[in-house]
Nanobody
């Protein structure tokens, strides 16, 4: 059974930091491109960051320089380190897997597997 389980979402003050985790099981990680997406209430889902098994990363312009995507392949875990958080980062964050060597990190329609999401709220 394929499972992607996110954790780490909490309420944090503006300017704060947070690390999200995504535990992956049930499929061969090396065959998939992994990414983080987010969706705020009333807004469309948007791509945040993606990472290839070899380590190549990509980021949305809105998070470049503040967020870092990483992976621990020995533990089948994906991470999203978020620094200098802003209220506009408030959203449900999802990790997802796409069954290709590389997939765009935009709308997420190419992604086959999704986690249940973890809520990040940035507010004072």
């Amino acid at each position: 059974e394929v499972q992607l389980v996110e954790s780490g979402g909490v309420l944090v003050q503006p300017g704060g930091s947070l690390r999200l985790s995504c535990a992956v099981s049930g499929f061969t990680r090396s065959n998939y491109y992994m990414a983080w997406f987010r969706q705020a209430p009333g807004k469309e889902r948007e791509g945040v960051a993606g990472i290839h098994i070899a380590g190549t990363t990509t980021y949305a312009d809105s998070v470049k320089g503040r967020f870092t995507i990483a992976q621990d392949n020995t533990r089948n875990t994906l991470y999203l380190q978020m620094n200098s958080l802003k209220p506009e980062d408030t959203a449900m964050y999802y990790c997802a897997a796409c069954e290709k060597w590389w997939c765009p990190v935009t709308t997420g329609y190419e992604y086959k597997y999704w986690g249940q999401g973890t809520q990040v709220t940035v507010s004072s």
